[in-house]
């Protein structure tokens, strides 16, 4: 029964995504504008429904940075309406010319930048994801299908109704953006399996949902395993500018991927700076743990050898006293998650060497692994932060929600 619910709800999309590429820019833009409309308007009941949410994941016992994750409060819902604008003033990248050439037989060959198709997009907690998903794909041209978690069911439900509602006032398919308004964990393996509708999965959320994805799915699939992320504080830092660096990047929204997780410190500099770190870390409740070096300096929980490969998403953090840059460098290689990487520095040398050398989607020099984000980059949102090394890595933004195609076109021309 929820297989065949889904798998409906996935050849609606592909119909509708054959609709969808004879739509202009112009008409895509509309819906998008009448998108901000509808959330303006129906503000309040949008916070009303989280409600719903939030009282329940406080029911449920979900930490703080958990239920943070579920809020839509003002600040939020006008960020949403922010990405919209931000979308609408971009230009879509479908139809782009990426190359061009005429070869020996007078063959005309053009490489086009083309949607992806149905896009499958299976995420947790973080209802502003229905918003930013499915306008990414619109205007990318591509069919999205949502599937939120039941902790926050009540809001995705809602906004889906929204964009639904615009696609149909502006005599749109509404099945370009379809919504599974079920929450089984099977529905996720029957989504990730409907490959005869479905042309990629992105799967955001815990580091269990992504590998049940990956290990499942038969749709290719666009993922992060985990947000680990490290700042590595150089010998050559700036304290302050490394005080305050690391504490944005561990407290600022802990819950989510690109907050730090473990804190590497050159060993020439770790007395002066752990303790007035800890001194930061302690009021706003970050419980610390270190090994053994850290423990000569601070009074805090030992470090197992799991946590290095730990995701907290919590006020937590692990700390590691390393000898210089290259045991740095060769501890996130190891244990990072190829998210995103930062270094403070004010050596440049040991600068390039870390923008080089580390294998990360994003990698920073003195600024805050928290800036991984499609809206903060400029891409009006994003669709999830790719690890991947092929297709998309880093935000996935418009032209990572687009493939190509070749048009070859001739005079007569057969081949001998």
């Not at 815990?206 to 947000?227: M, P, Q, R, W, Y």
Request: net charge negative; glycine share 6%.
């Amino acid at each position: 029964m929820l297989k065949q619910y889904i798998e409906d709800i996935c050849k609606k999309a592909k119909d509708a995504f054959f609709d969808l590429s004879s739509i202009g820019e112009d008409k895509i833009n509309n819906v998008l504008n009448t998108l901000v409309e509808l959330i303006e308007k129906n503000a309040e009941e949008i916070k009303r429904v989280n409600e719903i949410d939030l009282e329940n994941a406080k029911k449920d016992g979900l930490s703080s940075a958990l239920i943070d994750r579920l809020l839509l409060n003002d600040k939020r819902i006008k960020g949403m309406v922010d990405s919209i604008k931000t979308l609408i003033s971009l230009r879509s990248p479908v139809g782009e010319i990426i190359d061009g050439w005429t070869i020996e037989n007078g063959l005309s060959i053009e490489k086009i930048r083309v949607p992806i198709g149905v896009v499958g997009i299976i995420y947790e907690s973080r209802p502003n994801v229905t918003i930013d998903a499915a306008t990414l794909c619109l205007k990318s041209s591509n069919c999205a299908i949502l599937r939120g978690g039941k902790e926050a069911i009540n809001s995705n439900r809602f906004l889906s109704e929204l964009i639904k509602e615009a696609l149909r006032l502006n005599d749109v398919n509404e099945n370009c953006a379809g919504f599974i308004d079920k929450t089984d964990r099977e529905g996720v393996l029957h989504l990730a399996k409907a490959d005869k509708y479905v042309d990629v999965i992105v799967p955001r959320g815990g580091e269990g949902l992504i590998k049940f994805v990956a290990n499942n799915a038969t749709v290719s699939v666009i993922k992060h395993d985990k947000g680990l992320c490290h700042t590595y504080i150089d010998k050559d830092a700036d304290l302050e500018k490394a005080l305050d660096i690391s504490f944005n990047a561990k407290v600022q929204r802990p819950g989510v991927c690109n907050a730090m997780e473990t804190l590497l410190v050159h060993k020439d500099i770790a007395d002066k700076f752990l303790p007035k770190f800890k001194e930061l870390m302690d009021k706003a409740n970050v419980e610390l743990r270190g090994c053994e070096k850290t423990l000569e300096m601070l009074d805090i929980k030992r470090a197992e050898e799991s946590d290095w490969d730990e995701e907290y998403l919590d006020l937590i953090l692990s700390i590691k006293v390393v000898d210089n840059l290259d045991d740095a460098v060769k501890h996130i290689n190891r244990h990072g998650s190829n998210h995103s990487e930062a270094i403070v520095t004010e050596n440049y040398t040991n600068a390039e060497e870390f923008l080089n050398r580390v294998d990360a989607s994003c990698v920073y020099v003195n600024a805050s692994t928290r800036f991984t984000d499609g809206g903060v980059f400029g891409m009006g949102a994003e669709i999830g932060i790719s690890t991947n090394k092929l297709h998309a890595r880093g935000p996935v933004g418009l032209s990572e929600l687009t493939t190509y195609k070749y048009k070859i076109r001739g005079n007569g021309q057969i081949r001998q």
